[in-house]
């Protein structure tokens, strides 16, 4: 009996650590803005952006298939020496894409939902596992795409989603487990505080980070992006030509 105990613990260990992987991520790195082929300088602040649109390349750098997840990447940086605090108007913000539809950014309860459903169809067990093992495996996995998608650290977040998926998987199971209660709650308050869109970006500070459009885009041509000085209440309209790539390394 405790030999076969023992090969149980092993099955499970691996099985956790298979799982805890799917979603490791490494630090993305970026270039100063100056150095985009669609820079612009917007009374002192300069900023830059590109899109991910190929399968493969946003896999690579979020760790997970994002993109099949239903999720869209935009990379945005600004340098910003303009004296003023600048916030992107999320409301006013669209990607174009070449056949001249306009997009506009992905929600984060929308978002949320999306990496939910991916992580049950493709990361999580059986729907009918419902002990608390197998709550805790759901809510790391959703820990850690949501630490992906904000920048938070990956075995933080991971250990975060664990804790509760495990408290309400005795009682859900598996892949119900982080749908309800305190998961979704702090994930949504993850995205909110951490996502670019919601950040004032202080005068002289250099900020980074992604916008989600809708996958269902498929390709990226213009991003429109509305940014606000909050001092003086003033509107910047900028378009960023997303064709160029940028030269990498």
Not at 22 to 51: D, T
Not at 218 to 233: D, I, M, P, V, Y
């Amino acid at each position: 009996m405790k030999k076969y105990s023992r090969i149980l613990s092993v099955i499970v260990v691996l099985s956790m650590t298979a799982c805890a992987t799917s979603y490791q991520a490494k630090p993305l790195p970026f270039k100063m803005p100056s150095s985009y082929p669609n820079a612009q300088n917007v009374e002192g602040a300069v900023m830059g952006a590109r899109a991910y649109t190929g399968v493969k390349e946003a896999k690579e750098n979020f760790g997970f298939d994002v993109i099949n997840a239903g999720m869209m990447p935009l990379e945005v940086v600004i340098d910003n020496k303009s004296g003023h605090s600048l916030e992107i108007n999320a409301a006013q913000t669209f990607l174009e894409d070449r056949q001249g539809k306009i997009w506009p950014v992905l929600g984060r309860d929308l978002a949320y939902d999306r990496a939910t459903k991916y992580a049950q169809t493709k990361e999580t067990f059986s729907e009918g596992a419902r002990s608390g093992f197998f709550g805790a495996t759901a809510g790391a996995l959703l820990g850690a795409a949501v630490g992906v998608l904000t920048g938070e650290d990956v075995g933080r977040a991971a250990g975060k989603g664990a804790a509760a998926g495990g408290a309400g998987g005795a009682v859900l199971g598996g892949s119900q487990a982080y749908a309800y209660g305190d998961a979704r709650r702090e994930i949504i308050d993850d995205l909110k505080h951490k996502s670019l869109e919601t950040k004032p970006i202080q005068p002289n500070d250099l900020a980074y980070g992604f916008i989600f459009f809708p996958a269902e885009a498929k390709t990226a041509k213009t991003l429109r992006l509305q940014l606000t000085e909050k001092e003086t209440g003033k509107t910047h309209v900028i378009s960023f030509d997303l064709g160029q790539p940028v030269e990498q390394g």
